[in-house]
């Protein structure tokens, strides 16, 4: 199966950015890689068992996508320091860099 290239490295990405890369996380990606190294049945069965890795990897991101957004509409919550990460990330992605603010 040519096409199972491209899933697995779509399901170990999404597996390494969203569910870490620490040694307590190590059995998500060995628990992946058995799965696509196992052998099955049908051409069938491997089409669906394609399917499905590519539909987790998609819930990986999709999930991750719906955390950052219900953080970002908390208002309750103090949000100074996560904008003060993007403004710097922003300008570091043109080379510039921000000054330090002022607190007494």
Do not use: W
């Amino acid at each position: 199966m040519a096409a199972a290239a491209p899933v697995y490295r779509r399901v170990m990405k999404a597996v390494q950015k969203h569910v870490g890369v620490g040694a307590d996380k190590k059995h998500f990606r060995e628990f992946v890689a058995a799965e696509f190294r196992c052998p099955t049945g049908t051409e069938a069965d491997a089409r669906a068992r394609l399917r499905l890795a590519g539909d987790y990897a998609y819930l990986l991101t999709s999930v991750q996508h719906q955390k950052e957004l219900l953080f970002s509409y908390n208002i309750a919550v103090d949000r100074s320091e996560e904008m003060r990460k993007t403004l710097n990330k922003s300008a570091a992605s043109v080379g510039l860099q921000l000054p330090d603010v002022y607190q007494p």
